[in-house]
């Protein structure tokens, strides 16, 4: 099997255990791992179910990881259709120690509006980001 396959299906599955410590707890919003966060890398989306490798982007800065961490931590499950447009960008959030990361995709949209992020693994589920958060993220990826 190879690594970027083995590495897809790992993934897979802590974003899966993750989910489903959340869904335990009566929680509704988008599960990250309880560890420390070393790089967030994002590219321009390719398209979903897909991880687009080539990170225009690496967000390594503390304070800039801190703003990214907490909006992705407080985007909460919405009821609703997975937008029909490609996605705008990848987002691969990457843990020290080697821990497995978690690829997402989000849908930035324009200053003053919502945004929506999902897993690459399981678009399914669509997560909201207030418009406060969404345009502290654009501030640091644009």
């Given at each position: 099997?190879?690594?970027?396959?083995?590495?897809?299906?790992?993934a897979?599955?802590?974003?899966?255990?993750?989910?489903y410590?959340?869904?335990?707890?009566?929680?509704?919003?988008?599960?990250?791992l309880?560890e420390k966060?070393?790089?967030i890398?994002?590219?321009?989306?390719?398209?979903?179910?897909?991880?687009?490798e080539?990170?225009?982007?690496?967000?390594?800065?503390?304070?800039?990881?801190?703003?990214?961490?907490a909006?992705?931590?407080?985007?909460?499950?919405?009821s609703?259709?997975?937008?029909?447009?490609?996605?705008?960008?990848?987002?691969?959030?990457?843990?020290?120690?080697?821990?497995?990361?978690?690829?997402?995709?989000?849908?930035?949209?324009?200053?003053?509006?919502?945004?929506?992020?999902t897993?690459?693994?399981?678009?399914?589920?669509?997560?909201?980001?207030?418009?406060?958060?969404?345009?502290?993220?654009?501030?640091?990826?644009?």
């Amino acid at each position: 099997m190879n690594k970027k396959l083995l590495g897809a299906l790992v993934a897979a599955g802590v974003v899966a255990v993750a989910t489903y410590a959340m869904y335990q707890a009566g929680g509704e919003r988008l599960a990250l791992l309880d560890e420390k966060i070393e790089t967030i890398r994002v590219s321009k989306s390719t398209g979903l179910g897909l991880n687009n490798e080539e990170s225009v982007v690496a967000i390594e800065e503390v304070e800039q990881i801190a703003v990214l961490e907490a909006a992705l931590r407080n985007a909460k499950l919405q009821s609703g259709v997975l937008p029909e447009a490609t996605p705008e960008y990848d987002l691969m959030v990457e843990y020290q120690n080697g821990l497995p990361s978690h690829p997402l995709h989000l849908w930035l949209g324009e200053e003053g509006e919502e945004a929506l992020v999902t897993y690459t693994v399981n678009y399914e589920e669509v997560y909201k980001i207030s418009a406060k958060d969404a345009d502290e993220i654009r501030k640091v990826i644009r």
